[in-house]
């Protein structure tokens, strides 16, 4: 027997007792745990200068 002789069809792989919903929200609770916070906005307010009179 061949090596395309003993294949036959393919197999599916599935969990048993996971719901689609249950593999999406692994999916994106993953996604929101592996992905780094934001970096905070620069605060503009220190380094800006006082207004001044014009003359």
């Keep these: 027997m061949s090596a ?3 294949k036959g ?3 599916s ?3 048993a007792g ?3 919903r249950d593999l ?14 934001r970096a905070p ?3 503009f307010s220190e380094g800006a200068p006082e ?3 014009a003359a």
């Design 13 to 15: 792989f599935a969990v």
């Design 18 to 20: 996971v719901s689609m």
């Design 24 to 37: 999406l929200a692994a999916g994106e609770a993953a996604a929101l745990v592996s992905t780094p916070p």
């Design 51 to 53: 207004h001044r009179e």
């Design 41 to 43: 906005d620069p605060d």
């Design 9 to 11: 069809q393919p197999q």
């Design 4 to 6: 395309t002789e003993s």
